[in-house]
């Protein structure tokens, strides 16, 4: 009940007075509570349908036919990258779809719109989300009509984009499978193992030499097998099944005709994830003509070892990875190894180590290029000794040009082999006195221009000052007292001395090639005791300090030796510094590992020496220093230092026949040293 008052005053009677109305509202609270319940369901519902649509990635969308305009919610203006919150036009809208789409979606509106299919929309169309990107959108929508007329359409729409990807990617494998199936003639088949039925495409079938409509079960495919065959192909099926193992078998299929063909068959088993069920998925395929080929090989390889083993070459077969898969009777016999023992690459154990890498190189290349093989090795025998061997191959090829290998034979050589060594010896070892002749003629070429040049200059000039006083002496008249006749005479005997000392050191440095040179161990200090006593006068005069330490015992020609530190010597005394006492050491050191890097030239199967002969005299420019060394040339005037220009160039030789090095350094008026390097050895 309802109960409303009113206070009322009476201006007559003076009173006041409490209207009251009472009114039942059961069906009022009723109606109330019942509108209530059904706004708080509503608004459920509005909350379950926005949770689905956040969840599902879904927006909504409603057109009004009227005015044209299309209301969005926040995901579809998403999907549309539509960023304004007001309505859009539907013109504006169509603009957003893709060009080859436009046309399909407007059919769609306008035949829902005229009531076709009770007014529903459902269609995919793509969009360009930008300038390198489509997307694919779902779209499911309904008209409401108001007295057959059509006031809304209310709609969603959803982002299929990997969903058409998916499906695309998928209609892409499915069309590789079928083409490979038609290419490669290979039936398919799917077992549902709890039915016994079979889905097979129509090759497969005709495989069994089952008609394309027939209904294939497993108890009927077994039929269709060879009853040789048929247990095995029983146990292995179930097998796979059981352990849930790949299924793979050959075997024959007897038809209607006389004739026999084998099929291949195989299988992987899987489970339903949803329902639980077992399939097994396969192929198979005729491989009839494969069997009777192989059929056909193995009548000819047995035709070829027969021939093989009664050959008395080593014959042998190859694969094209390197490895062996048949040796005759004659390898056997001559490695006295087994054919297991040979097979595969167990035979390199018999090759010499040296030449298995150069074998795999020829053998990798031939095989490459498909061409004829040759490789010489050296194989160890059933004696146990090497010998040299001549390998020759031919690729093998089956099918349509398929490499598959190498055939060859090998023959022993050893004995060709050994003569080719020696021969190659021979124009080794003549090449080598062939080049040293050659070499040796170029230096003497050589040392003859330089005679040629002392004949013409060095020779010619005492000549021509002994003709030149001989001349003024003809022409002295007897009673002429003012000339010195003595005078001349002297320049004559002095200009006489030189042409001899010209002509002994020729011969001496001539003698050096001629010579015998016979090594014996040689004191060097005995031999520069030697020459000091001979220089013993010119010591005593340039009062000469001799600081000599302790020299080796070497292998050498004893008269050079002497001949070599006479010079050395005598060019220390010659030229000193007359404004200082004359200083002249000689030492000796045995090189080190050390020292030896500093001359790579020398060989490391002997110990060296480096021998120094060094003064204070008046030293040279460093950038002469190989000058020295040349026959005939000299530094310094030969008017105030006597010498020939000879003897340097003969310490040069004498160090050249004994497989050594001389070395000069200097600095100008501080003096020289003569750098020894010779072997403790001759080999």
């Not at 919610?73 to 169509?94: G, H, Q």
């Given at each position: 009940m309802l109960l409303n008052g009113q206070l009322i005053t009476s201006q007559d009677?003076?009173?006041?007075?409490?209207?009251?109305?009472?009114?039942?509202?059961?069906?009022?609270?009723?109606?109330?509570?019942?509108?209530?319940?059904?706004?708080?369901?509503?608004?459920?519902?509005?909350?379950?349908?926005?949770?689905?649509?956040?969840?599902?990635?879904?927006?909504?969308?409603?057109?009004?036919?009227?005015?044209?305009?299309?209301?969005?919610?926040?995901?579809?203006?998403?999907?549309?990258?539509?960023?304004?919150?007001?309505?859009?036009?539907?013109?504006?809208?169509?603009?957003?779809i893709h060009p080859l789409d436009v046309e399909g979606v407007k059919g769609a509106v306008q035949a829902a719109l005229a009531g076709i299919d009770n007014g529903q929309i459902n269609i995919d169309f793509r969009i360009t989300a930008s300038e390198d990107r489509i997307k694919w959108i779902s779209c499911k929508a309904q008209v409401f009509f108001e007295e057959r007329i059509a006031n809304r359409i209310l709609g969603v729409v959803t982002d299929v984009t990997e969903s058409k990807q998916y499906q695309r990617h998928l209609q892409d494998v499915n069309n590789r499978l079928n083409f490979a199936l038609e290419t490669g003639k290979l039936g398919s088949w799917e077992l549902n193992v709890e039915t016994g039925i079979l889905e097979c495409n129509e090759l497969c079938k005709a495989n069994y030499g089952l008609p394309a409509n027939a209904v294939v079960t497993i108890d009927k495919l077994l039929q269709a097998i060879h009853a040789e065959d048929r247990t095995r192909v029983r146990e292995a099926l179930d097998i796979a099944l059981a352990n849930q193992t790949p299924f793979s078998e050959e075997y024959r299929i007897k038809g209607h005709?006389?004739?026999?063909?084998?099929?291949?068959?195989?299988?992987?088993?899987?489970?339903?994830?949803?329902?639980?069920?077992?399939?097994?998925i396969g192929i198979t395929q005729d491989i009839t003509e494969r069997k009777q080929a192989q059929l056909h090989l193995q009548q000819s390889e047995a035709y070829f070892r027969m021939i093989a083993d009664t050959a008395p070459a080593m014959i042998w077969i190859a694969e094209k990875d390197g490895s062996f898969s048949f040796f005759n009777k004659a390898w056997q016999k001559y490695t006295g190894r087994s054919m297991d023992q040979d097979k595969d690459k167990g035979w390199y154990d018999i090759m010499h180590q040296d030449d298995i890498d150069k074998w795999k190189i020829n053998f990798s290349r031939s095989s490459r290029d498909r061409r004829n093989f040759y490789a010489e090795f050296r194989l160890?025998?059933?004696?146990?000794?090497?010998?040299?061997?001549?390998?020759?191959?031919?690729?093998?090829?089956?099918?349509?040009?398929?490499?598959?290998?190498?055939?060859?034979?090998?023959?022993?050589?050893?004995d060709q082999k050994m003569v080719e060594d020696a021969l190659e010896r021979k124009v080794r070892e003549r090449t080598i006195a062939l080049e040293e002749a050659n070499a040796n003629l170029s230096k003497?070429?050589?040392?003859?221009?330089q005679f040629v040049f002392i004949t013409s200059h060095d020779l010619q000039e005492p000549l021509r000052k002994i003709r030149l006083f001989a001349d003024m002496l003809e022409s002295v008249k007897p009673d002429n007292n003012k000339i010195d006749t003595r005078l001349y005479l002297g320049k004559v005997k002095q200009s006489a001395i030189r042409m001899s000392d010209l002509i002994r050191d020729l011969i001496a440095y001539s003698r050096l090639e001629l010579g015998e040179n016979a090594f014996l161990p040689v004191d060097l200090n005995q031999i520069v005791a030697n020459v000091t006593e001979d220089f013993e006068l010119l010591i005593r005069e340039?009062?000469?300090?001799?600081?000599?330490?302790?020299?080796?015992?070497?292998?050498?020609?004893?008269?050079?030796?002497?001949?070599?530190?006479?010079?050395?010597?005598?060019?220390?005394?010659?030229?000193?510094?007359?404004?200082?006492?004359?200083?002249?050491?000689?030492?000796?050191?045995?090189?080190?590992?050390?020292?030896?890097?500093?001359?790579?030239?020398?060989?490391?199967?002997?110990?060296?020496?480096?021998?120094?002969?060094?003064?204070?005299?008046?030293?040279?420019?460093?950038?002469?220093?190989?000058?020295?060394?040349?026959?005939f040339q000299r530094l310094n005037q030969k008017e105030k230092f006597e010498g020939t220009g000879i003897g340097l160039a003969l310490c040069r030789k004498i160090m050249d026949i004994h497989n050594g090095d001389i070395q000069a350094f200097g600095v100008e008026h501080q003096g020289a040293a003569f750098h020894i390097i010779i072997p403790e050895l001759q080999q």
């Open positions: 009677l003076k009173e006041d007075l409490i209207l009251l109305a009472i009114e039942d509202i059961s069906e009022v609270r009723e109606a109330r509570e019942r509108i209530a319940r059904k706004q708080e369901q509503v608004r459920n519902n509005e909350e379950r349908l926005r949770l689905a649509l956040d969840g599902t990635k879904t927006g909504t969308w409603e057109f009004n036919p009227a005015t044209r305009e299309i209301l969005l919610s926040d995901r579809s203006r998403e999907l549309f990258n539509i960023s304004s919150d007001a309505p859009v036009e539907y013109d504006t809208f169509i603009k957003a005709d006389p004739v026999i063909r084998w099929v291949m068959a195989r299988g992987q088993s899987v489970t339903d994830e949803q329902t639980g069920v077992k399939h097994m160890k025998r059933q004696d146990g000794s090497y010998h040299w061997l001549s390998c020759s191959g031919i690729p093998r090829f089956i099918g349509q040009d398929e490499f598959v290998g190498f055939i060859g034979a090998c023959v022993d050589i050893d003497r070429n050589h040392e003859l221009e340039k009062q000469a300090q001799m600081e000599i330490s302790e020299l080796p015992v070497l292998d050498a020609v004893p008269l050079q030796m002497n001949q070599l530190f006479y010079n050395l010597i005598g060019n220390a005394l010659k030229f000193s510094n007359p404004n200082d006492s004359c200083r002249i050491t000689i030492s000796a050191k045995k090189l080190t590992a050390t020292d030896m890097n500093d001359y790579p030239h020398l060989s490391k199967n002997t110990s060296w020496y480096r021998i120094v002969v060094a003064d204070n005299g008046i030293g040279f420019n460093q950038s002469y220093a190989d000058k020295l060394f040349v026959i």
